[in-house]
Every structure is written in C-alpha cells, then in structure tokens.
C-alpha cells in the first residue's frame, strides 16, 4: 500500500504546475448577485471546471486553497461564497450559517454550474464539482440536480438521500469518509454505498478506519490525518484526471 501511495504522488509531482491566477467574479442566481473567486490555469483553454463548495465555515483560506491546488493541477477552479460574504471563526456562527436556505444553496449552485457553462475557457461537458461537511452534502446534491455533471466528489458530506434522488446521478461519484466520524457515520456511508451500487451508479469509497469528521483540514488540531489526507488527496486528483481530462 505504502509503495503504491509514493508512487502515486510521484506521479501526481511529475504534473506541470499552471501557476493558478485569482480572480473575484459575480453570477446571476435568480435575483441575487453571487461572489466567487475563479482560479484560472496558466495556457490556453478551454479547461475542465471545478465547482468548489465550502465546508461550514465559509469561504476561508483553506478553501480558497484547496480550489488553487486544483487550478494548479489544470481545472479550472470555480470556488463559490455560499454565505454571502460571511465566515465563520467559531463553531457556533458556523453551526448558524449553516442553516443558509437549501433552496437557495441549490439555485446558487446550479446558477455556477451554468456561469462555467458560459464561459468560452471552460469544456462544456467536463465540469465537476468538489465539497467538504456542508459543502461535502451539497456537491451530492448538485450531483442529483445536475444531470450533465460530469463527476463528483464528497468528502465527509451528508449521503442521506432516498433511492429516488439517487437514480437520478449520472455522474461518477468519489466519497471520502472518516470510520470516527459520529455525524456522517459508517453505517450511513455504506448504506450511501449499496444504494448506488443496487442502482448500477458509479461510486467510489472509502473510509478510513482513524479518521473523523474534517480530518483533512489541519484546523481541527488533533483530528486532523495528515497520512490520509495525502491519499484522499492522491484519490481526488486521479479521480478529477479520469473523468474530467480523459
């Protein structure tokens, strides 16, 4: 395994780095004006697109950093402010803004899916979508709303969705997950698992057996998996490379 993993990110080292540029944008969603900050690769497009959705902090640093790897690594990085503006520094206002309407979550969501759509940098047929805890749940959901989405990746996001939902994804799903998460548990997660598997959807998961919930972000001090992070690393980009780049 150990050997397998090095030399997976030997291979993922071997990658040209695109030397990612921000740059702050807005998008129509219904009547309200979106914010996002768009990660443009170096060269000539068109890209493959990512969506990245935030985890219930916000649009922080972190994130804004994980959607800049992915630029790096040649996508196209779409990360969006879900809250407005707005970022939590304590679990509390987080556990508040979290309550951000559903509905509106999706409408701003599908509203990114379209804005990437329109751009002319952008591969119309290879746009994805990438989330962490809240963020994690609803990329599942933009999957289910989205029929041309083109893959999916969920880490430690809620899988609590019914058959109906789930028979409606036609994207390739990547689920990382935590055996010591207590909110988005294992049981949950293999349930997620065989109800995709019954209905003949691509799924990809796994758990790993020390790791909680958030165990990628080093903000979560002790729960933070610095080994697993760097595979569930290794698993998005292969996975982002396979269906958005083949």
Known sequence: ???????????????????????????????????????????????????????????????????SKLADQGYLALAVDFYRGKVATTRDEAHELARAPADRVMRDSQAAFGYLQ????????????IGWCWGGGYSLQLAIAEPTLAADVINYGDVSASPDELKKINAPVLGLFGAQDRGITPDDVKKFGEQMDKLGKKADITIYPDAGHGFQNPVNGAGYKPEDTADAWSKILMFFARHLKS
């Not at 940098?121 to 994805?128: E, L, M, Q």
């Open 1 to 67: 395994m150990k050997s397998v993993l090095i030399f997976c990110v030997a291979l993922l080292m071997a990658v040209p780095s695109f030397a990612a540029t921000p740059k702050e944008v807005t998008f129509k969603s219904d009547g309200d004006t979106v914010k996002a900050i768009l990660y443009t690769p170096e060269g000539k497009g068109p890209f493959p697109a990512i969506i990245v959705i935030h985890e219930w902090w916000g649009l922080n640093d972190w994130v804004k950093e994980q959607a």
């Open 118 to 129: 329109s751009r002319p940098d952008v591969k119309k047929d290879r746009i994805g979508a």
